[in-house]
């Protein structure tokens, strides 16, 4: 079909309160996708390790599998925000289904942590103005990312994996020679679902 000129998914194109970059120079946002898991807390440790804070974007239908580890990565002081119920395209469903996906997860995520979330990021990246809107309206500020900076990690989950850890190893040397020469920060995209995901997320760190 027809791309919609306000879509992310198609057109790479960012709203004006879309969040994809940090805004200081040398600023890195570090973002994990589509937990929490039972691989979770080997990440945590490390981030732990080196006093390093991170952004989950967290699935709900995983947070009421894994509260205790969703309750241990606030805890911690890491930042935990919206990743829908069930990993949905957004833009596929109609609005009252998108509200159901946001205020599940916010309401699984307030049960374990006590705190509402204020952030999401859908997944693959799957948005445009109807969906922004929608997430907006039920107090919701929308994340992406740099697609420069995406690990790419999810293919060391494929079956067969599709790509090494030394192949998201390599991503992360690119990211080191271009941030020298950046104008902002950046946020980087990367995943805590699998073992192979977080092996490669604890190498970088």
């Not at 309160?17 to 973002?31: E, H, N, R, S, Y």
């Not at 309206?137 to 850890?165: H, I, M, Q, R, Y």
Request: charged fraction near 25%; hydrophobic fraction near 40%; charge should be negative.
């Amino acid at each position: 079909g027809q791309c919609d000129q306000s879509s992310w998914t198609c057109k790479k194109f960012t709203a004006l309160d879309d969040i994809a970059t940090c805004p200081k120079v040398g600023d890195w946002g570090l973002t994990y996708d589509d937990g929490p898991s039972k691989s979770t807390p080997d990440l945590l440790k490390k981030l732990n390790e080196y006093k390093i804070k991170a952004t989950f974007f967290v699935v709900g239908s995983r947070v009421i599998e894994n509260p205790e580890i969703l309750k241990s990565a606030y805890n911690s002081g890491h930042n935990i925000a919206v990743h829908t119920w069930s990993h949905p395209n957004l833009t596929s469903l109609p609005n009252d289904a998108i509200v159901a996906e946001l205020k599940w997860t916010m309401k699984a995520i307030k049960d374990v942590i006590g705190v509402t979330p204020l952030y999401m990021r859908p997944p693959y990246g799957d948005t445009d103005d109807r969906v922004r809107a929608v997430t907006h309206a039920v107090g919701l500020k929308t994340v992406l990312w740099d697609p420069e900076f995406d690990s790419n990690d999810w293919a060391l989950a494929s079956n067969p994996p599709s790509k090494s850890v030394d192949f998201v190893l390599d991503i992360f040397e690119t990211w080191m020679q271009k941030f020298p020469k950046m104008k902002t920060g950046f946020i980087v995209l990367e995943h805590d679902l699998y073992p192979q995901t977080v092996e490669a997320a604890v190498k970088i760190i």
